[in-house]
């Protein structure tokens, strides 16, 4: 009888394959070390922004656009590019129904907020996690927030409290894929509500960074409600010349 439990355990306990060849078997991230490494990491960012520099000798890391005219949020931190496969993880997570991926994601982002030694962070840590949020509508009719899965089980994994009610969408506006940045700073202005004090430090999760509009607009309710320190944690960031949605 024990023998047969212990053989079940083994069996159900074997590694799993990696979720990208699908060969080797996965590590934590649920990728195995070749994948893992060939991902499309930043080696290099703007350290207020995120966007990916080409180069280190960016003045301080900071590059020209925060230099003349620094974000109203804090820091916004990505470790990968917005291309493949990640951009392929993110689209099957938010519009085919596999939200099963955003928990690889989830894992890849805190590795990347913490040292490698895994009991020290290299970034601020906030009193509050919440996700981007979406109107009851587009909530409806895609069945999932994936900002709000994925700001879910990252709060879990570093231990920090995790509200989905802070910030709210009033307004049920056009999808920003198409528009310019411009058009996407009108599209969202006055488009969410803070419903309550928030702490004084809050990180707001996404899956893309793109012009930087939705995190601003939330950024700047959540400053005019008290909020003093705010970060953008995102999977990906588009590069300069990228506007993908």
């Known amino acids: ?55 280190c000798d960016q003045i301080d890391l900071t590059c020209p656009a925060c230099l003349h005219s620094p974000p109203i949020f804090d820091q916004a931190v990505a470790p ?8 392929q993880l993110i689209q099957l997570a938010k519009f ?5 991926y955003l928990n690889p994601l989830a894992a890849l982002l805190c590795s990347h907020l913490l040292k490698p030694d895994s009991s020290t962070v290299k970034y601020p840590m906030p009193e509050m996690i919440i ?11 895609r069945q999932y927030n ?4 994925l700001g879910r089980e990252i709060a879990k994994r570093l231990q920090i409290p995790f509200n989905t009610k802070l910030v709210i969408k009033t307004t049920n506006t056009p999808h920003q894929a198409d528009l ?3 058009a996407r ?7 969410f509500r803070c419903t309550h004090k928030p702490p004084s430090s809050v990180a707001i999760i996404d899956d893309v960074m793109t012009t930087g509009t939705t995190a601003a607009e939330i950024s700047r309710i ?3 409600s008290g909020c003093l320190n705010i970060y953008i944690w995102t999977i990906a960031h588009t590069a300069k010349q990228l506007h993908l949605g």
């Open 1 to 55: 009888m024990i023998t047969k439990i212990k053989n079940n355990w083994l069996f159900f306990k074997q590694p799993e394959d990696c979720i990208l060849c699908g060969i080797n078997p996965a590590n934590e991230t649920s990728l195995c070390q070749h994948c893992y490494t060939d991902l499309p990491w930043i080696r290099y960012a703007c350290k207020r922004c995120g966007i990916p520099l080409n180069t």
């Open 80 to 87: 990968f590019e917005y291309r493949f496969p990640i951009d």
């Open 96 to 100: 085919s129904n596999q939200s099963h």
């Open 131 to 141: 996700p981007v949020p979406i109107h009851p509508k587009r909530l409806q009719q």
């Open 146 to 149: 994936q900002a709000a899965l």
């Open 180 to 182: 310019n940045r411009k």
């Open 185 to 191: 700073k009108k599209n969202l202005r006055n488009s």
């Open 222 to 224: 959540l400053k005019a």
